[in-house]
């Protein structure tokens, strides 16, 4: 039996009576979590024409069941609306799929086998490049990959794999080569060329903007490799719950949105996309907004993504302090920042939506000065300018995040993995506002998550689970890594749910389980309210449906 269930859920079925139209489909036998704080709990829940149009009890549900409705038995699973992730990379994430995986290669040597196997199952044709990767140096000691380590195992054939937090990778000697880089070749403004120390030659990694020097050189993939990979990302997303992303962009942005466009037109796009282009590109979107409008609720646009700072784990995330362990830097700004302003200024004028990247402190205060500045420049209206990561805050830029009413875009896995090894990076006192999302509810913040894959994994289960235990998964933090900022597993859905429809406009729509509401939801297979967080990682997802399409069902 649910908990309770009001006078209002019945009130909320009497359009559907009056409309005198019988459901297309009842889902019951369930314990439903609706996100709607008015009717939280439900057993039952009705469709009809994409959208939710019953949800309450389930004899009141069933009885509106007709000759041509399906109902589906459930089998007592729990549902819940469906996961939106607030910061993808979605179609890297699908080449990322059919790629060499490194995310978990314990050593250099293990490293270095995984690239030589990948490079023997490809054809002898040297154009096809070794992408991807998502590799993470602190899993053995911290020492940074080496072209040398994979030369042998990769001949001619050029590679360029990431690490997994996108900003730095490792080029081999034939993508430098490609790329033009040389012990001459000086640093790009926002970048850094790795040199060896003795002869200043580059050992292969590249950090931030100094990847752009081989990026330019790779060949762009064809459309039919895009929508390859976005079939793949797809059915990924499914399997997890997934049925919505806002998505970053992995090839320049609008070569993203053409994808997504290309697959709504065809009838083939199976999850819902905000499509997110640069910021450098603001002039464009504004008339591409005038021609196009905003998209449809499958697919929209009119969101601006620009980076402030680099990352954590690459020692260019932009502090106020130098990193403890790398005294020598406290980070790079990545973006001029005489631009970056103007373009925040003049993109907000034309009515455009800001998000940004800022991870560490000095970056995230950088930010929401600008902020604060536009809405000064520009005058109210309701802007609900994000901030992507906001990993590093000072207490102040906490209360600044709430007061100002910008969105902290966050992903929590990040914790569980950044938390094996931050403290080294940036000290005690820093990370006791490293991803601070008991501090940002506290303060009043609209708090969103996502996984930013393929940076982390895409499950939204895993990123719950980082939330609302903050257990790094080197096992070291069994009671939560800076345990104050842990939160509860509603907190988690909401941000993974409702919060996220409100970052992106469309919390009229979607985010809740509640009649008039996009039919979007999940079916998992255990009741997350009921178990031990612990157990959190091992829950299925059963069944994924959107607008009332079933698109994933497990064993299917």
Not at 211 to 219: N, Q
Request: hydrophobic share 45%; glycine share 10%.
């Amino acid at each position: 039996m649910i908990r309770s269930l009001p006078l209002l859920s019945l009130m909320l079925m009497f359009p559907l009576a009056a409309a005198a139209q019988a459901p297309e489909a009842v889902y019951t036998n369930a314990r439903i979590w609706t996100g709607d704080p008015t009717n939280p709990w439900a057993e039952a829940l009705a469709v009809a024409g994409g959208a939710i149009v019953a949800v309450g009890a389930a004899p009141d549900v069933e009885a509106l069941a007709g000759a041509t409705t399906r109902t589906i038995d459930l089998g007592g699973g729990f549902v819940v609306p469906g996961f939106i992730d607030n910061h993808t990379h979605f179609l890297s994430g699908g080449f990322q799929l059919a790629s060499v995986n490194l995310r978990d290669a314990d050593t250099p040597a293990e490293f270095a086998r995984r690239l030589g196997a990948f490079a023997e199952t490809l054809s002898d044709d040297e154009d096809r490049w070794i992408t991807g990767g998502d590799w993470d140096h602190e899993r053995w000691g911290g020492e940074l990959p080496h072209r040398d380590w994979i030369d042998r195992l990769t001949a001619g054939r050029p590679v360029f794999v990431n690490r997994l937090d996108g900003h730095m990778a490792l080029a081999n000697t034939a993508a430098l080569e490609r790329a033009g880089i040389t012990a001459e070749t000086p640093d790009p403004e926002g970048g850094t060329i790795v040199r060896d120390p003795a002869t200043g030659a580059p050992t292969g990694v590249l950090k931030d903007e100094a990847m752009s020097l081989v990026y330019r050189v790779m060949p762009p993939p064809t459309e039919a490799a895009l929508d390859e990979a976005l079939d793949r990302a797809m059915d990924h997303a499914l399997a997890l719950g997934v049925t919505q992303v806002h998505d970053v962009g992995s090839f320049g942005g609008w070569t993203d949105l053409a994808t997504f466009r290309r697959a709504h037109a065809a009838g083939r796009l199976r999850l819902r996309v905000y499509s997110l282009v640069p910021l450098a590109t603001w002039p464009r979107l504004a008339e591409y907004r005038a021609e196009h409008g905003l998209g449809d609720d499958d697919l929209r646009w009119g969101g601006l993504k620009a980076f402030v700072d680099g990352s954590l784990g690459s020692t260019t995330a932009w502090f106020y302090d130098p990193y403890d362990d790398a005294p020598e830097t406290a980070g790079l700004v990545v973006t001029d920042t005489t631009l970056l302003r103007q373009w925040i200024l003049d993109a907000d004028a034309a009515g455009l939506h800001l998000a940004i990247h800022a991870i560490g402190d000095r970056a995230n205060d950088w930010l929401l000065d600008r902020y604060e500045e536009t809405a000064a420049a520009n005058g109210p209206r309701d802007r609900r300018h994000r901030i992507e990561h906001a990993q590093h805050l000072t207490p102040e830029a906490i209360r600044r995040i709430a007061r100002l009413g910008v969105v902290p875009s966050m992903q929590p896995y990040h914790a569980i993995d950044d938390g094996r090894w931050a403290e080294k990076r940036i000290g005690p006192e820093r990370i006791q506002t490293t991803y601070a999302f008991a501090s940002l509810l506290g303060a009043g913040a609209t708090l969103t998550f996502g996984s930013d894959w393929t940076v982390a994994p895409l499950s939204p289960l895993e990123g719950i689970y980082a939330a609302v235990t903050r257990r790094t998964f080197d096992g070291a933090h069994p009671e939560g890594w800076v345990p104050g900022q842990k939160i509860s597993v509603a907190q988690a859905l909401r941000a993974y749910t409702a919060h996220n429809a409100y970052a992106g406009f469309q919390e009229e729509r979607l985010g809740m389980l509640a009649p008039g509401r996009y039919a979007d939801f999940v079916v998992l297979s255990e009741d997350l309210f009921e178990i031990d967080p612990v157990a959190i990682p091992a829950v299925r997802v059963l069944r994924t449906v959107v607008g009332g399409r079933e698109r994933f069902v497990a064993g299917e």
